[in-house]
């Protein structure tokens, strides 16, 4: 035994369970080390971690999840990196590590508003993540053709709570005493500083444009001044599709059906409960 070895590390923990990410680890090292086998293992959470993900600052500024990412999956170097369409993988993998393969979620059947459980197969969830083909371009009507950059976790954590900001400085504005025309003013430079950002994120996912004639444009400034100065209906259409790339490996909603006696009582005969992982689900 080498010396001063800890006669212990044998109960220490180990990967439990091992997945491939939808990006297929296309990181570079600094990022996620490479695996040969093109999987990551997945351990599970320690006592400290459970303690971060249940900290509502750590959670709400991002840190939490990152901590937690980083301890369990020792593969991932830095988790602030990490493309937004990996990042449900990993919670689910996370979560079936430490709990097993199910986990319950609440909610409330449509019209009739009654409180219902469900248990979720989440190695289901994992494979149907798993048939998911990454989409890295978009193509326009008028024939532009957009290569996309995926937004990284970071990203998606600061426009979170930038836009939480500026909600609740709007929500504090309405409720106060101001008079209307300072109201007016404090609403407009709200509202201003959530277009800037929606603009912010719309530039960052973009890479590159390729035009009709082949010519591809990087040029971060001449990427700019196309988004500031195109059709209204034009960076709609850019918007509606990068919100569908977005979403590619995010856990799709769960299908269910009312049962006959619900349906009588006005629930519709199918609907749609999202699958999200908070502090409510996440621990058993």
Not at 31 to 44: D, F, H, N, Q
Request: with cysteine; charged share 25%.
């Amino acid at each position: 035994m080498t010396e001063n070895a800890n006669p212990l590390n044998k109960y220490f923990r180990q990967p439990a369970i091992y997945v491939s990410l939808p990006s297929k680890t296309d990181y570079p090292p600094e990022v996620v080390t490479k695996s040969s086998t093109g999987e990551i293992g997945i351990m599970p959470m320690t006592a400290k971690d459970e303690i971060r993900f249940k900290t509502p600052d750590a959670l709400m500024n991002g840190q939490g999840v990152v901590d937690v990412i980083e301890s369990c999956v020792p593969d991932i170097n830095d988790a602030w990196q990490i493309k937004s369409y990996d990042l449900d993988t990993l919670l689910v993998a996370i979560r079936i590590a430490t709990y097993g393969e199910t986990m319950s979620i609440g909610f409330t059947v449509p019209v009739i508003n009654e409180q219902v459980e469900h248990t979720v197969n989440l190695p289901a969830i994992l494979d149907e993540i798993q048939k998911v083909k990454v989409q890295s371009q978009i193509t326009l009507k008028d024939g532009l053709k957009i290569k996309v950059r995926p937004l990284t976790y970071r990203d998606m954590t600061s426009t979170s709570l930038r836009t939480f900001q500026e909600q609740k400085m709007y929500t504090a504005v309405q409720d106060s005493q101001l008079p209307d025309e300072e109201k007016a003013k404090r609403f407009n430079e709200a509202f201003k500083k959530l277009t800037d950002l929606n603009s912010e994120i719309l530039l960052k996912n973009i890479e590159s444009i390729t035009m009709a004639d082949e010519t591809i444009i990087t040029d971060a400034a001449h990427i700019k001044e196309f988004v500031d100065n195109a059709n209204a209906k034009v960076i709609k259409e850019i918007e509606t599709k990068l919100m569908g790339l977005r979403s590619q490996g995010a856990v799709k909603p769960l299908k269910m059906k009312a049962t006959e006696d619900q349906i009588k009582r006005g629930a519709p005969a199918s609907y749609e409960v999202p699958v999200t992982f908070d502090s409510s689900n996440f621990f058993v």
